[in-house]
Nanobody, 115 residues
């Protein structure tokens, strides 16, 4: 059974930083592209960052230059370093991957940016 478990969310002041983690089980992690999405209240889920199995990365326009996605295949983990956080970054953050079974989602972790 494939499982994605996110952690690292919390309350942070504007301008602060957080590092989210997502650990996968039930897959050969190194072979999978991984994605971070987020969903704010009343808004559609949006792509935040993508990292391919080969390490290529891409970012949503709203986070470019502030967020960094990385992966550690030895730990089955994908990470999102978030710097210079803004209130607009407040959302539930989800990691996901996909294969022939479809898209697999984690349960999400809440990030709140507020003074």
């Amino acid at each position: 059974q494939i499982q994605l478990v996110e952690s690292g969310g919390g309350l942070v002041q504007p301008g602060g930083s957080l590092r989210l983690s997502c650990v996968a089980s039930g897959i050969i992690f190194k072979n999978y592209d991984m994605v971070w999405h987020r969903q704010a209240p009343g808004k559609q889920r949006e792509l935040v960052a993508f990292i391919s199995s080969g390490g290529s990365v891409n970012y949503g326009d709203s986070v470019k230059g502030r967020f960094t996605i990385s992966r550690d295949n030895a730990k089955n983990g994908v990470y999102l370093q978030m710097n210079s956080l803004k209130p607009a970054d407040t959302a539930v953050y989800y990691c996901s991957t996909h294969d022939f079974r479809g898209t697999i989602w984690g349960q999400g972790t809440q990030v709140t940016v507020s003074s």
